[in-house]
């Protein structure tokens, strides 16, 4: 069965940093690609990064240069290491796993996210 | 970066049918994938590649992409669909998932 549980959430001080984990299990996360989500409260859901299974990692421009995602093969776990933080990064992150859609396209291989974890709550105030 | 429309609430009574639509620049170029959100809780997964469904999503979730509008479509609506969709697309010219703002469908 595949599960993803997050933790590291907590209340942070603006300018902060903040390390979320992502224990993965039924499945290998360096073999598939991931991805990190967030929900401000009340508000809808924003992609923020993603790690492919090669390595290669991408970021919203909201949090280009001051998030890093990355992972433990080890561990079977992910990261996501938040730094400089601000009161509007304040979101429940979810880790996801991605997969391929089937349906070729002009545009490229799509992606969606299959799996999602429970959530973080990460609150940025002074 | 690309940018999906949705209409903030739809409304309908038990027994018929929800349409939830998702609008962007030729999204029927697109792959699109829907999830259900209810409050507190993660999101799933109902829709995915413009109309499959995973296992264990109801066949009265369907979906339809063409133009620049997808559909996900919800016949016989139940008290239990009422929730949050979300409509998502991956751009691979930027290696980004975009979502839609999300619908929040209200059984009366």
């Known amino acids: 069965e595949v599960q993803l549980v997050e933790s590291g959430g907590g209340l942070v001080q603006p300018g902060g940093s903040l390390r979320l984990s992502c224990a993965a299990s039924?499945?290998?996360?360096?073999?598939?690609?991931m991805s990190w989500v967030r929900q401000a409260p009340g508000k809808g859901l924003e992609w923020v990064s993603v790690?492919?299974?090669?390595?290669?990692?991408y970021y919203a421009d909201s949090v280009k240069g001051r998030f890093t995602i990355s992972r433990d093969n080890s561990k079977n776990t992910l990261y996501l290491q938040m730094n400089s933080l601000r009161a509007e990064d304040t979101a429940v992150y979810y880790c996801?796993?991605?997969?391929?859609?089937?349906?070729?396209?002009?545009?490229?291989?799509?992606?969606?996210?299959?799996?999602w974890g429970q959530g973080t709550l990460v609150t940025v105030s002074s | 970066s690309y940018v999906l429309t949705q209409p903030p609430s739809v409304s309908v009574a038990p027994g018929q049918t929800a349409r939830i639509t998702c609008g962007g620049n030729?999204?029927?170029?697109?792959?699109v994938h829907w999830y259900q959100q209810k409050p507190g809780q993660a999101p799933v997964l109902v829709v995915y590649?413009?109309?499959d469904r995973p296992s264990g999503i109801p066949e009265r979730f369907s979906g339809s992409n063409s133009g620049n509008t997808a559909t996900l479509t919800i016949s016989r609506v139940e008290a239990g669909d009422e929730a949050d969709y979300y409509c998502?697309?991956?751009?691979?010219?930027?290696?980004?998932?975009?979502f839609g703002g999300g619908t929040k469908l209200t059984v009366l």
């Open positions: 996801a796993r991605l997969s391929a859609a089937g349906r070729p396209t002009p545009t490229g291989t799509s992606y969606y996210f299959d799996y």
């Open positions: 039924g499945f290998t996360v360096s073999s598939n690609y």
């Open positions: 790690i492919y299974s090669g390595g290669s990692t």
């Open positions: 030729n999204i029927g170029s697109k792959s």
């Open positions: 590649d413009d109309s």
């Open positions: 998502q697309v991956w751009d691979s010219s930027s290696d980004q998932g975009v």
